[in-house]
């Protein structure tokens, strides 16, 4: 994702809320299985969200937090905090944000099938936004450069602000600035500036909303499918097509 920061960094809040809600869980004497168990969820969902590999909705943040004996206004400051991660697309003045993103990520179910028809709408709904675009690297094409890199570049109104680069893997988390001394060994904004152009050209913005529907419907039909027994929250995460 490219696009004009401004405000507060939303990887702080990101990094700030699952840091929280892991010491959250620590103090609380609980092991992942058993908070999984408890909130009956699978337990690869909890780690997820620990990790900041998915976003968590208020009410889970609510009842997660309960289960912790949070008190109250304790509970208040960190769904303040989850909230401000979605204010930023809204704000006034809003900043402006491009995201692509691979098939595989719009295909894989994780959390069962209602909260990913819930995601696909949200998606829509937010490209819908003025100062948003969304777009898709249909399986079609292949291998492309990034493939397996995610990231997040920052782009400043003032010219003399530099391209900022944001990076996250196993084994950790990485800002790098353009042309930074100490950084002058390290990977360049630039090129990965590049490589989202290029991206642009190969997944076209109009055909967002149709993909985005067609895979809505695709999860509409396994709801239905009789080989989903036990409620559709429960469904192992699967996966539609080649993986990315």
């Known amino acids: 994702m490219t696009g004009v920061a401004a405000g507060p960094d939303p990887t702080v809040h990101r990094r700030r809320l ?13 092991t992942q299985r058993d908070v999984a168990a408890a909130m009956d969820w699978s337990q690869s969902k909890l780690i997820r969200i620990e990790t900041g590999a998915v976003n968590i909705s208020t009410n889970d943040l609510r009842a997660l937090l309960a289960h912790y004996d949070i008190d109250p206004a304790r ?36 959390g069962g099938l209602s909260v990913a028809r819930r995601q696909l709408r949200h998606l829509l709904e937010m490209n819908q936004q003025d100062n948003v675009t969304m777009r898709v690297v249909s399986f079609s094409r292949g291998i492309y450069s990034k493939l397996r890199v995610p990231y997040v570049l920052f782009e ?10 944001y990076l996250e893997n ?23 500036l590049g490589a989202f ?9 109009d055909d967002f909303g149709e993909l985005i529907e ?9 709801s ?10 429960h469904a192992e995460p699967v996966l539609e097509g080649p993986p990315a």
């Open 214 to 222: 067609k895979v809505a419907a695709s999860l509409e039909r396994d």
């Open 75 to 110: 509970i208040n400051t960190l769904v303040d905090l989850r909230m401000q991660r979605q204010e930023i697309i809204t704000r006034d003045p809003a900043p402006e944000l491009h995201f692509i993103m691979d098939e595989a990520v719009i295909r894989r179910v994780v």
């Open 224 to 233: 239905n499918s009789p080989l989903q027994t036990g409620g559709e929250d």
């Open 197 to 205: 152009w290029q991206l642009e050209q190969i997944a076209p913005r």
């Open 18 to 30: 699952r840091n929280e809600l892991r010491k959250a869980r620590e103090s609380a004497g609980r």
């Open 156 to 165: 400043f109104p003032e010219s003399e602000d530099e391209d900022v680069l």
């Open 170 to 192: 196993p084994t950790g988390e990485f800002l790098i600035r353009e042309n930074s001394p100490e950084e002058r060994d390290q990977v360049d904004p630039v090129n990965y």
